[in-house]
């Protein structure tokens, strides 16, 4: 590494200005020496330089520690990570990083558990496996869809001959497509889906209250 590095500053036209006259500062060399050696987290581009500054350092003397480090991470990177040419151009491939860096953002907030939730974990109730949205139904040997139009949820609402439950008496028909024996079952799951929906909103006004209490204190 050294002589190739001492070749390359050799190459270069390094020149004072009682020679060409020329007033721009002559080239720094590529090869960085310091007391301490480096540290280097290539992973995240990262050198560190244990090398105390002098005390109440000028600028001039900042660029250049500031010059120097970049060199010597330049050098690094040359000299131990593999560079790879394709169609798309020159690639170098980085190790992985070895610095912990931190979070931009805090931890998001724990979300408080539902009614449900807390009920299910208490009884050891346990998710049940999402599925698609289409059900094979074995009457008429499609595949139909679970909710919404000609969904499994509507079965026996289009049905012209309905089994009357005793128990719950004779149903007087009304107007409408909800009206008389035809329609309750299009009622009993109209009133399910009113049931879930007041219990959702009980849950969500629950959860306000619990947080606006948190902050509270």
């Known amino acids: 590494m050294a002589q190739a590095l001492d070749a390359l500053e050799a190459s270069l036209p390094i020149a ?14 590529v090869t960085v ?19 105390p500054l ?5 600028g001039a003397q900042l660029s250049a520690t500031a010059r120097d480090c970049a060199q010597a991470l330049i050098n690094q990177l040359l000299t131990t ?9 020159v690639h170098m491939t980085l190790p992985p990083p070895t610095t912990p860096l931190p979070r931009e953002k805090p931890l998001p907030a724990v ?10 974990e208490k009884k050891g109730i346990k998710d049940k496996k999402k599925e698609g949205k289409m059900v094979f139904d074995e ?19 289009q049905d012209w001959i309905v089994e009357v439950d005793e128990k719950k008496g004779k149903k007087k028909d009304g107007k409408g ?11 009993e799951r109209k009133e399910k889906v009113r049931r879930n929906e007041r219990k959702q909103r009980a849950n969500e006004r629950m ?7 948190a902050v509270g204190m």
């Open 177 to 187: 497509d909800e009206g008389g024996i035809g329609g309750e079952a299009r009622r």
């Open 139 to 157: 009457e008429t040997q499609e595949w139909v869809p679970k909710w919404g139009y000609k969904g499994r949820n509507k079965d026996g609402e």
């Open 207 to 213: 959860g306000r209250k619990k947080e606006v209490g």
């Open 33 to 51: 020496t310091k007391p301490i050696p480096y540290t280097f987290d290539l992973g995240n581009l990262l050198v560190n330089d244990p090398n």
């Open 81 to 89: 990570c593999p560079i790879t040419s394709s169609s798309d151009g």
């Open 16 to 29: 004072s200005t009682a020679q060409n006259g020329n007033t721009d500062p002559p080239k720094s060399s």
């Open 111 to 120: 979300k408080e558990k539902t009614k449900w939730e807390k009920f299910a």
């Open 54 to 58: 002098p005390p109440n350092p000028s």
